[in-house]
């Protein structure tokens, strides 16, 4: 099991476990994004970061993330994306990629780090409880489309 930072060779696979989330958070018509537009935004303007983790050289889960900014607690980071495919599931790869973020955010001296969890991703939820994390359900989340 290799936990190390995504190669413009992994793009492919990254994309296509955006894919394969947006399918499971039941929205697969959602995905508008490209492998081309997301090795340029990963490599050419650096907008965010990925780390894959690899097992007997297949990509088997990624996690991508962006510094962000919060006006009450200064720099953030954002992870906007954290996925382990289902066969490589209860093999801790989650938990050493999720570490391995959370070491990038204490390195980087962030106060916070955000993600989003849907209501209904109850095995989600129990790992981020696992990991001591704050679930707010407070908060409404707002957006607009730009296409």
Known sequence: MLIR???KEDVAAI???IVELAVFEKAPNEVSNTPEQLKIDLFDDK???A???EIEGKIAG???YYISYSTWKGRSLYLEDFYVKPDYRRLKL???LFDKIVEIAKELKVRRMDWQVL???Q???EFYKKKNAVLDPEWINGRLFFE
């Open 62 to 64: 990624f996690a991508l």
């Open 123 to 125: 095995g989600a939820i």
């Open 119 to 121: 209501d209904w991703n």
């Open 47 to 49: 907008i965010c970061s």
């Open 94 to 96: 989650g938990d050493k």
């Open 51 to 53: 780390w894959v983790a």
């Open 5 to 7: 930072e995504a190669k």
């Open 15 to 17: 994309h296509g476990m």
